[in-house]
């Protein structure tokens, strides 16, 4: 029997062996983990506040930039004439639709008019 005690003794020490961290003291163990806590709430104050100052800077960057988008009108990107259509189309709203001058000749305006039925064909694309 003393052979089975000893090898149950055996396997009880294996599991009862002391981790290599356990001798520092459960005092040290919490300093440790007041430190981490600490340096966590540092963290996410440090996030609170850059991202609070980014948003007092957002807000005069957005109207810079709403003023400035109002200041292109849509009109000036598009090189197409964007209505006003009259009753009976004159010469001058029709140059404005084809995109030449109200004195241009026949020649240019008929490539005009090519190039615009062209581009609004319904076969294309």
Do not use: C
């Amino acid at each position: 029997m003393e052979g089975a005690a000893a090898s149950e003794g055996l396997r009880y020490a294996e599991y009862a062996r002391v981790p290599t961290g356990a001798g520092k003291g459960q005092a040290e163990l919490d300093r440790g983990l007041a430190r981490t806590t600490i340096a966590i709430g540092l963290g996410v104050a440090t996030v609170a506040f850059a991202g609070r100052y980014a948003f007092h800077l957002w807000k005069p960057l957005e109207q810079a930039i709403t003023e400035t988008a109002k200041r292109i009108s849509t009109s000036s990107l598009s090189s197409y004439y964007k209505g006003g259509f009259e009753q009976k189309m004159s010469r001058r709203e029709a140059s404005l639709i084809l995109g030449v001058s109200p004195s241009a000749g026949k020649a240019k305006i008929k490539t005009a008019h090519r190039r615009i039925m062209i581009l609004n064909h319904p076969d294309k694309g």
